[in-house]
């Protein structure tokens, strides 16, 4: 992380406005991206039955309502965050098991499309010119890449993120909850923590990133027969 922050520094330094134009496009594509996901979330949990992500405001665009302060400072300089958690009342879902799984995948599925739709967009304008194309390039490139993090991010299977609920539903119907206590689900949580914020993950993170990116944009580009490859 501190390596990341001297690189800013010294990006400020040599270009102050492309900077400054660099790190705006980032913290709307960052909010963007995690209210959405938060939200999706949040509208699925209503359809199934349960109002308490409604009654506490999280089917809202307010960036208050959904962000993490770490969370968003991880995933600025880390690539790798997360937001506050949805409250869910699974006693209000009219088929619990099912709808656990909806839910927990809800937020996930709304990064992928919104990666899908970003990473389309950009390879459409990628042989375009124009200093207002290069920008909107710029933003869609930032987009895309955060939300395959989040996508990709979200389904490792550690609490509190939606990979473990989706383990915990689909493979052990929910018990994971009852058999660990609450003592052991906080220590891995702040272990993964440590982990995310030291930054050991990052590099297996951009990996398997920069695979779904690559071929994503490869396999538009193909559909739309541009005649390049990105590598």
């Known amino acids: 992380m501190f390596r990341n922050i001297s690189s800013w520094i010294s990006s400020f330094q040599r270009n102050p406005l492309g ?3 660099e790190i705006i496009m980032m913290i709307a ?4 991206s995690l209210i959405l996901h938060e939200m999706g979330h949040a509208v699925v949990a209503l359809k199934c039955g349960d109002p308490t992500a409604k009654m506490m405001g999280r089917i809202s665009l307010d960036p208050r309502k959904h962000l993490d302060p770490i ?9 790798i965050g997360w937001a506050k958690p949805v409250p869910i009342n699974p006693y209000n879902f009219r088929h619990r098991e099912r709808d656990m799984i909806l839910v927990s995948f809800a937020g996930i ?17 990628y042989r375009s010119g124009g200093l207002v194309v290069s920008y909107v ?3 869609l490139m930032i987009l895309l890449s955060y939300n395959i993090s989040l996508a990709v991010f979200n389904l490792v299977p550690v609490p509190p993120l939606d990979g473990y609920r989706l383990v915990n539903q689909i493979f052990f119907k929910g018990r994971l909850d009852y058999s660990t206590n609450a003592q ?5 949580h702040y272990g993964f923590l440590f982990l995310c914020l030291s930054g050991v993950l990052s590099s297996t993170f951009s990996r398997v990133c920069n695979f779904f990116m690559i071929n994503a944009a490869n396999l538009f580009a193909g559909m739309l027969n541009l005649g390049f490859k990105f590598v």
């Open 19 to 21: 900077t400054l134009i």
């Open 184 to 188: 052991t689900m906080q220590i891995i």
């Open 109 to 125: 599925f709304v990064n992928l499309i919104l990666f899908l739709f970003s990473t389309f967009l950009y390879v459409l304008l």
């Open 29 to 32: 594509a960052l909010l963007l």
């Open 71 to 79: 969370g968003m400072i991880s995933m600025f300089f880390l690539g």
């Open 137 to 139: 390039q710029e933003f």
